[in-house]
């Protein structure tokens, strides 16, 4: 079962990840990083295919996949 | 369970940077740390980073670095390179109001000469740091803060295509426009990225990469509506496309 790590201290919230997720698997959490930010959560992680698509587009390398 | 993705090793470990949230900055500096990474070039690697937001990342890559004043990037480069031992691999990592506005000399007689160097450029239409003025490459009509009715082709003149520019140059090997709106842009963007690291390392001469790049703060938008008017407005006016391969 493949598995989404996000670090919420340096996500940023931009939500390319979001975006760019084929299955709908991450979305935006209603709480607050240190710095202000409404990081990234996994919602669905049964759907996730370990694309990696989110993991390359993150602009902070926030993102680490597994397998 | 095995760990297919984590962060490079080129970049160093996590803490919340500099870069504004959604700006391609981060992932054009984490392609370039991926790529040499990849290519085990992190020991000796050196990347001159030209005066903008791309000063960040010094903050940010965890192999040898050093800051250019602005615009002359390619300059120290070229000492660079011919002074250093001959298996390093030199870079530039340059915006586009450092490379194509105040460095514009700088860039062409290196490419005129044909430096076994790689440029990194990075083109997101503005002056990004300084606050968002128009850049030599800020679209017809596009608002910035010396353009508040948008640029005006009579008094501003025309956006300037720099792949374009050095493409008339006999001596380049290597010029590709790429995007990062999207993974697999930005996968294209790390191969074209390799091929202008191997040719350093072939000793063929001088490649060139433009990163197409979005700035959502002063383009005064959120990081996805940013996306969506690079795809709309930007990349109709810069085409995505292999210029020079050799």
Partial sequence: ?67 | MEKIYSRTKGLQAPFTGGFCPGCFHGVISKSVAEVLEEMDLLDRAVCVIGVGCCCICSRYFDFDKMNAPHGRAPAVATGLKHGAPKDTVVFTYQGDGDLASIGIAEIMYAANRGENITIVFVNNSTYGMTGGQMAPTTLIGQKATTSPYGRNVAEHGYPMHMCEVLNQLGAPVFIERVSCDSPAGVLKAKKALQKGFQNQLDGKGFSFIELMSSCPTNWGMTPLESVAFMREHTLKEFEVKNFRDR
């Fill in chain 1, 1 to 67: 079962m493949p598995k989404v790590e996000i670090n919420s201290v340096t996500c940023k919230a931009c939500e390319l990840c979001v975006s760019n997720c084929p299955k709908d698997v991450l979305a935006l959490g209603s709480t607050s990083n240190p710095s202000g930010y409404h990081f990234a959560v996994v919602v669905n992680q049964d759907a996730c295919i370990a694309c990696k698509m989110c993991a390359v587009i993150c602009p902070d390398g926030a993102i680490e996949i597994y397998k």
